[in-house]
């Protein structure tokens, strides 16, 4: 049973990048469209939130012959940098980042839509730069709303299936996140190993939820 | 103080509703029934016979299925395929599976120890070989399987030996040479033996492990490197599953697949006789 905790500690570092991904890029691409108006905003907007609607296995697929050794973008990533994604994990981690991105980056976008210009017009007069605004103003109070995007992605990750297997295979140690050792231990017949993993696996679902609750309660404080 | 229009219109207000709740209701059970009979409707029109096989099997059994039923128009065959021993835990689980074929005797053999299958009507019906494969756009091919072990090869596709046939075959042969330590690092584990096949025809591995039958499907893709022979033949057993719904059908899918007929056809797609 001790074989658990490494699909575990994996599924938990696949997920954790994920989310620092999301947290980066979900966050710029919120703003982003939450700020400024330019043609193809809608589309845009549409693009990036059909991970969301897609089937798994179809990002999996597009995900595979992208970055494939014969893919276009995976051959230039081969022949310019050595970086190969397929069967690593690194690649699991671009699939749950992928899938999970439309949690994060809406809810950013809908944080940053409900802050009030005023606060940062009031920054602006007094002559602070924008970057500064961005950073001490801006994020500080679409925060919590980010924050609820994050854990939600970082569940969301956690429990990626579909794309992961097309993209990363099944290796374990390096590729076997806890959904997929579950599926293969339930195709080999293992139903001991099954049992033991989808306790670990609900009982991490609870302790992310709880920890949810706690860093995003229902009031902010100050406020009631 | 409610005036006398407003009672009236209190009471004129819960007639209302109580005609909306009854109409509801009344539509409610109306749509119900209608999706209940669009859900279930389907089963109703032929007997089905539930044919679980190998991967490796897909192309041949999808070729058989109408054949068979030009034979018995009364019966439409739903073909399920994958790794043969995901299809045994399906079964185990309660599938309504009425066939079983499996690409190995392990997995008949797991199945037979449950109970799963009728014994006396289990018979081999088809043999194959363990190929290595590489990619058709790849440089050169390796020799031997003692070739695969060199750094050259990064990564081999290999069926899991836990639940797929092919894999198991596999690590059988690579035990047997002594390998195993040394391939087992670069393997990519494959959930079917089409998997296998696939990430080769991708050049996503430099090599794989699959059947003949298989190599034979994508010859613009991949290219056979060499047999490797297995220490047991290859041998597909098939048999009805011991809770078959449809056992008179089961019992004649099973012998039509021994007919001259079916096997011409097994034979198109490279697989031997027994």
Redesign the interface.
């Known amino acids: 049973m001790a074989d658990a905790w490494i699909p575990l500690a994996l599924t938990l570092k696949v997920a954790g990048w994920a989310t620092l991904l999301n947290l980066i890029f979900g966050v710029a691409l919120g703003y982003l469209l939450a700020r400024t108006r330019f043609p193809g905003r809608d589309l845009l907007d549409a693009i990036l939130t059909l991970p969301m609607v897609m089937p798994p296995t179809v990002l999996g697929y597009y995900l ?1 012959v992208l970055l ?3 893919g276009a973008f995976g051959a230039w990533l081969q022949s310019t940098f050595g970086i190969n994604l ?2 690593t994990w690194q690649g699991a981690v671009l699939a749950a980042a992928i899938v999970a991105f439309p949690l994060t980056f809406k809810s950013a976008r809908a944080a940053f839509e409900v802050v009030e210009p005023q606060y940062e017009q009031a920054a602006r007069v007094l002559r602070i730069g924008e970057m500064a605004i961005f950073f001490r103003v801006t994020l500080p109070l679409a925060w919590r709303g980010i924050l609820a995007g994050l854990l939600l992605a970082f569940a969301r990750a956690a429990g990626e299936f579909g794309a992961t ?1 097309m993209v990363a ?4 140690g390096k590729t076997q996140t806890l959904s997929i050792a579950v599926y ?1 231990a ?5 139903d001991d190993l099954a049992n033991f993993l989808v306790l670990v696996t609900s009982l991490t679902c609870i302790v992310v939820l709880l920890v949810a609750g706690r860093l995003v309660p229902g009031r902010v404080p100050g406020q009631s | 103080m409610i005036s006398d229009g407003g009672v009236t219109s209190v009471i004129y207000v819960c007639i209302l509703r109580s005609i909306r709740y009854t109409f509801t209701e009344k539509i409610m059970s109306r749509l119900s029934l209608v999706i209940l009979t669009l859900l279930f409707s389907a089963q109703a029109v032929a007997a089905e016979l539930t044919v679980s096989a190998a991967a490796s099997l897909t192309n041949a059994f999808r070729e058989l299925a109408p054949l068979y039923e030009a034979k018995h128009p009364d019966t439409k065959v739903q073909l399920n395929f994958a790794g043969s021993g995901a299809l045994l835990q399906q079964i185990a689980k309660g599938a309504p599976v009425d066939v079983f074929a499996s690409a190995d005797q392990v997995t008949m053999n797991q199945a037979q120890e449950q109970g799963l299958i009728k014994a006396d009507q289990r018979s081999d019906f088809v043999s194959n070989s363990l190929v290595v494969i590489v990619p058709l756009q790849g440089s050169g091919a390796p020799a031997s399987i003692q070739d695969l072990a060199k750094p050259a090869y990064e990564r081999v596709a290999i069926g899991l030996p836990a639940s797929v046939p092919v894999g198991r075959y596999t690590k059988s042969v690579l035990e047997k040479a002594g390998l195993w330590a040394a391939i087992e690092p670069k393997m990519i584990g494959a959930q079917n033996v089409r998997q296998a096949l696939d990430y080769v025809a991708r050049g996503e591995v430099d090599a794989g492990f699959v059947y003949a039958t298989d190599a034979a499907i994508m010859p613009d893709k991949v290219k056979v490197a060499f047999t490797a022979p297995t220490q047991d033949p290859i041998l597909y057993p098939i048999a009805p599953v011991a809770s078959a719904a449809n056992a008179g059908a089961a019992k004649s899918f099973v012998d039509f697949v021994h007919t001259d007929e079916a096997q011409a056809v097994m034979a198109k797609y490279g697989f031997g006789k027994p």
């Open positions: 595979l494939g050794r014969n397929i069967f297997l295979g099944s290796i374990p293969e339930v195709q080999a017949g293992q």
